[in-house]
């Protein structure tokens, strides 16, 4: 049971990366799945996630508009593509999973707010983003 991520690398300002965040050995039913970064020096933030539940979507603030998310049902996999990467978007990115309680909808806030203290299901190993003046 894991989570795989994928797709980081080094590109100028301006350009565009895909990452890629499957699952194996579980379904993302039921789940939320998101991204969270994490730059030298600075706290681990949200940057975007989605609800296998309802298809619910959220952004950061500093993302909206530039990064896209996405779910591949067949093939268990989150897709973050990123456009117009700035060098602020420098960072280590991690996916997580996280099963919704039943009944509940939407993203819920430790998906948009890093929460250190609570166990999410399941993380993927960090990919490293570089973005280049």
């Known amino acids: 049971v894991q989570l795989q991520a994928s797709g980081g690398g080094s590109v100028h300002a301006g350009g565009s990366l895909r990452l890629a965040c499957a699952a194996s050995g579980f379904s993302f039913d039921n789940h939320v799945i998101g991204w969270f970064r994490q730059a030298p020096g600075k706290e681990r933030e949200g940057v975007s996630s989605?609800?296998?539940?309802?298809?619910?979507?959220f952004y950061s603030e500093s993302v909206k508009g530039r990064f896209t998310i996405s779910s591949d049902n067949a093939k268990n996999t989150i897709y973050l593509q990123m456009t117009g990467l700035t060098p602020e978007d420098t960072a280590v990115y991690y996916c997580?999973?996280?099963?919704?309680?039943?009944?509940?909808?939407?993203?819920?806030?430790?998906?948009?707010?890093?929460?250190?203290?609570?166990?999410?299901?399941?993380w993927g190993q960090g990919t490293l983003v570089t973005v280049s003046s």
């Open positions: 989605i609800s296998r539940r309802d298809g619910s979507i």
């Open positions: 997580v999973a996280d099963k919704l309680h039943a009944g509940l909808v939407g993203i819920p806030r430790r998906f948009r707010v890093f929460e250190s203290a609570y166990p999410y299901d399941y």
